[in-house]
């Protein structure tokens, strides 16, 4: 899949098409009711999926102080006032949205601003067009490249596109929709993709049958030779992860629990399936749940 077809499939394709329908109205809009229709606009900008993504996305812009030199700008005729974008998409994003809050706010002046910095002509629809055509669109279309961006590590995708079938229909399915939402830009998804992880984790403790306890032995065991020390790692590890689990926000979203920052998700997801698939390729291995191969001759 490529990275425009991650875009057009994530969990921001919603908020994407209310952008563009907010900014089609905007333009059929009268001059009268285009900063309330501009509102609609940055409603979507502040509603989830968006918002947190646009938060993790965009650095933190100085409006003001870029407005006041964009006006100090302004020559002798209409439309003389120069508008410097930063080269950066983030930056500049980040700046158009504050530009579209302003407005919307009546903060700025849409008559005025678009008459100090482009020749627009005198009609109030004219103005109207003239922003939505050189700011609204540049703006939705650096949004979509800003979703395209995420980038997952090229080991970890790998090793998603080569994770083995659990042979249990329910596990595979969380597997396959945590790492889909992984995949996804939205922190929103991903905070998704970490539960259905965890709960494959859950799944997957049980399917030596009988008591779970005794499950996630045995499912432990068929990793590496009782005993000795790499077993005691993974043992140490997969304690450590199911406390992960009831301790932040991942499976439980009670008062007491921990909230997670988009990074510390990646990092948290990147334990669990990295543990998940060790697992899994001990099991493909072997129906009877013995050691791989390799760890047959580790050292204790």
Partial sequence: MTQAEVAASSALSLAFQDLEDAKADFQQAEFKDAAHVLNRLVAVFDREPLASFLSEALPTVDFDNWLKRAEASAGSFVGSAALHWSHDRAERVSMQIALCRSIAAKKVDLLNFVHSHFQAGNSGAAHVFVFQSKILAPLLRDIRRLSELRQVPSILTQAIGRIPQSGDVTLDNLL?????????????????????????????????????????????????????????????????????????????????????????????????????????????????????????????
């Fill in 176 to 300: 396959q929709l945590a790492c889909e939402r992984f995949r996804d830009p939205a922190p929103s998804a991903r905070n998704d993709a970490i539960e259905k992880l965890w709960d494959g984790w859950e799944r997957l403790k049980t399917l030596a049958g009988g008591n779970k306890g005794e499950s996630a032995q045995a499912m432990l065991d068929a990793v590496a030779l009782p005993g000795s020390r790499f077993r005691e790692l993974v043992e140490t590890e997969a304690r450590a992860l199911t406390k992960i689990g009831n301790e932040f926000h991942i499976r439980h979203f009670e008062t007491d629990k921990t909230p997670l920052l988009p990074a510390e998700v990646d990092y948290l997801f990147h334990r669990m399936f990295a543990l998940i698939n060790l697992i899994l390729q001990a099991r493909s291995h072997t129906a009877s749940m013995q050691p791989l191969p390799f760890l047959l001759h580790r050292r204790a």
